[in-house]
């Protein structure tokens, strides 16, 4: 997004919702903290409050690059170094959109996609609860409903 349009943007968004993607790996701070790109390119740092701790869920596992999120009502708010960043204070504020769900943009589907059995996920999520990656599992779990192989 750009900078000078931030302050439009916020007042526009009021029940809106954008989505971009995750382009870092994430960090843990005072919130969950991961660089996002909309569909146009542009940059901000997304912030994760009120999120499980790391003992529940590993902040890495909650946002990983490449994954694709709807933010609802987007929060824009200054940071210390006079930076712009997206606010999420609530946990249903997030939504990961599939690369099969029809909000997926198209530009971020891989142009080649593998086909996956039912059998092939429970196996992945066996293997991923065999070394105790319960949040990877339940990912694992829930691609049953979804065929298509996430990268």
Known sequence: MRIHTIAYVAKVWKDHYIIVRAVTPTIRMSSINTMVEDEQGYTLLLQLFHQPSEDVRLAKTIVKPN?????????????????????????????????????????????????????????????????????????????LSNPVARF
């Open 67 to 143: 994954d694709v999120f709807l933010v609802k009502e987007p929060f824009f708010v200054t940071t210390l170094k006079e930076d712009y960043a997206i606010r999420v204070d609530h946990i249903t504020d997030i939504i990961h959109i599939s690369l099969t769900h029809e909000l997926m943009p198209a530009i971020w589907i891989p142009q080649i996609t593998l086909i996956k059995t039912a059998e092939e996920w429970i196996d992945l999520g066996h293997e991923a609860m065999r070394l105790n990656h319960t949040w990877d599992a339940i990912e694992r779990y829930v691609e």
